[in-house]
């Protein structure tokens, strides 16, 4: 398995990495990104999704009963911490050339670990993306600066959506369509819809973050 991501982890958060992903892989998702932070005391985040990019709740469920087991083995963290499984939500982080190309025409911010044009922090509307760089059309700009900007993949060192109307708009339409797929699925199978058909409001399970739970060091779950 290959680790398709132009933005990776280091340190611990690359170990950790390392052995969620191809327990992700065999599973059908794919990993966006790992992250051991100071919150709640200590926090593992474990950000996944499926290759269309959908996470659900019971997806989250799904897989975090399954790392948790490659966890308490190899054991990465010599402290205790707290397990969270989450989607990436709609102001996503950007992690690989698909996601930047299936970004273009919204707003991001972008940190290089470098100067690039005599700044490492950028923000605009992605205008495109080839295997080498991203182009982003910068929304403040001073005078007589040019507003395009073309920054090397190998360069990004964090990007991430901004979440704006157009972003959310383009969201409830495709969780809309995707739940009208989900409801054919179901009909041409001859299950029975569980409740009343929803084609308009959100769903929790689409947008919602998986639970924490806590992990020890030394004695796992």
Do not use: N, W
């Not at 901004?162 to 969201?171: F, G, K, M, N, Q």
Request: hydrophobic letters at 35%; glycine letters at 8%; one cysteine or more.
């Amino acid at each position: 398995m290959q680790d398709d991501r132009i933005i990776r982890e280091t340190g611990v958060d690359a170990r950790v990495a390392a052995i969620v992903m191809p327990v992700l892989d065999a599973l059908g998702y794919r990993l966006v990104r790992v992250r051991l932070s100071a919150q709640d005391g200590l926090t593992l985040q474990i950000m996944a999704e499926r290759p269309d990019g959908t996470m659900t709740v019971d997806d989250c469920e799904e897989v975090s009963r399954a790392v948790s087991p490659a966890l308490d083995v190899e054991d990465p963290i010599d402290s205790a911490y707290q397990l969270e499984i989450s989607s990436p939500g709609i102001d996503r982080p950007l992690v690989r050339v698909s996601d930047f190309r299936g970004a273009i025409g919204h707003l991001a911010k972008v940190e290089t670990s470098v100067m690039v044009g005599g700044r490492k922090r950028f923000r605009g509307k992605i205008l495109g993306c080839s295997d080498e760089s991203l182009t982003i059309e910068r929304d403040k700009v001073a005078e007589g600066e040019d507003p395009i900007a073309e920054i090397p993949l190998d360069a990004i060192s964090e990007a991430k959506l901004v979440l704006t109307d157009a972003l959310i708009r383009e969201a409830l339409k495709k969780d809309k369509e995707e739940r009208r797929q989900r409801k054919k699925a179901r009909r041409r199978g001859g299950e029975e819809l569980a409740g009343p058909a929803d084609d308009t409001g959100e769903e929790q399970s689409d947008l919602a973050e998986g639970g924490s739970r806590p992990h020890s060091a030394s004695e796992g779950e």
